[in-house]
Nanobody, 121 residues
Framework: VQLQASGGGLVQPGGSLTLSCISSGRLDHYGIAWLRQAPGKEREKVLCISGMDGSTYWEDSMEGRFTIPREKNTVYLQMNNLKPEDTAVYYC??????????????????WGKGTLVTVSS
């Protein structure tokens, strides 16, 4: 499966933005995760959704401001009440073992190119 992330841009603090991760194939057997990396910082897990049953994981990390809806071959990242510290390059990635619950980013994960989100007034 190949992934393409899009939807990044400039948004004001307190605003909302939705990112899209479009897959070249079906996602039934993949966990799909959103991760981000801010300049000078380590990569950070955002949210992950199971392909098998749609369960979501890692919610605590974003204080409930983000959600990860999925439809067919697209997984979204809906971001609300954005803060300047949310500024980062956002990546979507596919876990072929569909184990979001483990929270482990493995060497077999498949990554899309990132999309930049800038939160600034």
């Amino acid at each position: 499966v190949q992934l393409q992330a899009s939807g990044g841009g400039l948004v004001q603090p307190g605003g909302s933005l939705t990112l899209s991760c479009i897959s070249s194939g079906r996602l039934d057997h993949y966990g799909i995760a959103w991760l981000r990396q801010a300049p000078g910082k380590e990569r950070e897990k955002v949210l992950c959704i199971s392909g098998m049953d749609g369960s979501t994981y890692w919610e605590d990390s974003m204080e409930g401001r983000f959600t990860i809806p999925r439809e067919k071959n697209t997984v979204y990242l809906q971001m609300n009440n954005l803060k300047p510290e949310d500024t980062a390059v956002y990546y979507c990635a596919a876990d072929p073992f569909d184990r979001c619950d483990l929270g482990i980013i493995g060497p077999n994960w498949r990554w899309g190119k990132g999309t930049l989100v800038t939160v600034s007034s």
